[in-house]
């Protein structure tokens, strides 16, 4: 579980989090959706210990985690997984190398490294493309490595930026499955941020919306659906809270 009660960061002047409440249960694929510059990928930074908060509590399965020494805090982090948007592999590594990229070295030794990166290929669809180069990958080929580098390493918690974004459907469809599918395979706590609403209601067991620094409202797919908060809905139906003047 993650719980994040009144978390504020701010650069200077510009205030991003506001007074962050929130609650991740075990095994869920909660969903963080709003404008952009609303403070999504910030949010994720804080909780992954990359940005600390100004303010606020962190607990990941009831321990405090702001605050610790560094060793302490890399033991916590250790139990993420993170798929950045556009997938961020290292261009000098074959595939096998970028999935390998952060499995613990003592983990049954170089045998036990080549196994965990063959299972995790397999599971994302892609078992035979451990010696390809980044650069001969597609997209949605590039997102699944990612995938599959995240999932290798055996977390408790992947957190997923913009998994979709720059994929026709088809292949945005690929990714929702598979991140459904290793949720449920692995009882993965799963984090999304995303501005793909289709993405968002598939995968999600609840959404949460990121408003001025502050999550507004949490709810299960039908009730964001149909929610009555006007902010909301300005944003599922994607228009503007007045008339823009064009000029």
Do not use: C, W
């Not at 080929?141 to 930026?161: N, T």
């Not at 502050?214 to 007045?242: D, K, L, P, Y």
């Amino acid at each position: 579980m993650i719980e994040l009660q009144g978390i504020h960061k701010a650069f200077g002047a510009n205030r991003v989090l506001r007074g962050v409440d929130l609650t991740i249960e075990p095994g869920e694929t909660l969903t963080i959706i709003g404008g952009s510059g609303t403070g999504k990928s910030v949010l994720f930074k804080v909780m992954l210990g990359l940005l600390p908060p100004d303010q606020g509590s962190i607990r990941i399965d009831g321990r405090e985690v702001t605050g610790l020494r560094e060793r302490d805090r890399l033991a916590v982090t250790g139990r993420f997984g993170m798929v950045f948007q556009g997938g961020a592999l290292f261009d000098s590594l074959t595939v096998g190398e970028n999935v390998a990229f952060g499995i613990a070295p003592d983990r049954n030794g170089r045998a036990g490294i080549d196994e965990a990166v063959r299972q995790s290929l397999e599971m994302v669809g892609l078992p035979d493309i451990a010696a390809m180069m980044p650069a001969e990958l597609s997209g949605g080929m590039r997102k699944r490595v990612a995938i599959a580098r995240a999932i290798a390493k055996e977390p408790d918690f992947i957190l997923y930026d913009e998994p979709t974004t720059g994929l026709d459907p088809i292949m945005s469809d690929v990714i929702n499955e598979l991140i459904l599918r290793v949720g449920r395979r692995e009882g993965i706590t799963s984090v999304v941020i995303t501005h793909d609403l289709v993405s968002a209601y598939k995968i999600s067991s609840r959404i949460a919306m990121l408003y001025e620094g502050r999550i507004i409202e949490t709810g299960t797919v039908e009730e964001i659906r149909h929610t009555t908060n006007e902010i909301i809905r300005q944003f599922i139906e994607g228009r503007s809270s007045g008339p823009v003047s064009v000029r």
